[in-house]
């Protein structure tokens, strides 16, 4: 693989990481997610890699616990969320890894 191709690509990896760390957020592993109906779950979100997902750039599709709906998600920061809203999120997780 050129040299170049290796470059785009590790950037590539590496952009949702290091723009996740920038806006306050955890980098990767069970995280709150937050659908477009303002449901809370937790879900395993890894960086570059989308095993229950669909990628769009920042966002993700997948399934709601909650709500029981195919949705937009995004992650929460933490320190957004009152104790109540994070007991809500680790109360609902989406599916285990099949």
């Known amino acids: 693989m050129p040299k170049r ?11 949702e990481p290091v723009a996740m760390r920038l806006r306050g957020y955890p980098i990767g592993g069970r995280l709150a997610v937050r659908c477009r109906q303002g449901h809370l779950f937790t879900t395993l979100w890894m960086p570059g890699v989308s ?4 990628r769009l750039l920042w966002w993700r599709a997948q399934r709601c616990p909650v709500g ?3 949705t937009i ?26």
């Open 73 to 98: 998600v995004t992650p929460v920061k933490p320190s957004e969320l009152s104790a109540r809203e994070r007991r809500t999120a680790h109360k609902h997780r989406d599916l285990p890894i099949p």
């Open 51 to 54: 095993i229950k997902a669909l």
């Open 68 to 70: 029981n709906h195919w």
């Open 5 to 15: 191709r290796r470059t785009l690509l590790l950037a590539f990896f590496l952009a």
